[in-house]
Nanobody, 121 residues
């Protein structure tokens, strides 16, 4: 069993910053690509940013230049630094990770429970 637990969400004024964290725990032989997704009320879940095991990153156009994704492989932890936040960034943010769950390299996709980010205008 693998668990992903997010933290760091909250209420912030427009222009402010937040840093999200996601810790993976359980039987883990390694972690491949990790990512952050977000879902606003009444909308689909959208990709925010991803980072591979070799630290190659991708970002949604809407967050480029404002958000930075990073990871600490020694701590099985994913981060999302969010700066210059806008009201339209308000959503539940979910952590996603492809976890290697066996010595044969079997991958399983895992999701966290989500953390709420609210940006007031």
């Amino acid at each position: 069993q693998v668990q992903l637990v997010e933290s760091g969400g909250g209420l912030v004024q427009a222009g402010g910053s937040l840093r999200l964290s996601c810790v993976a725990s359980g039987i883990i032989f390694g972690i491949g690509t990790m990512g952050w997704y977000r879902q606003a009320p009444g909308k689909q879940r959208d990709l925010v940013a991803t980072i591979t095991s070799s630290d190659t990153t991708t970002y949604a156009d809407s967050v480029k230049g404002r958000f930075t994704i990073s990871r600490d492989n020694n701590k099985n932890t994913l981060y999302l630094q969010m700066n210059s936040l806008k009201p339209e960034d308000t959503a539940v943010y979910y952590c996603n990770a492809d976890v290697i769950i066996s010595t044969r390299g079997h991958l399983r996709e895992n999701w966290g429970q989500g953390t709420q980010v609210t940006v007031s205008s």
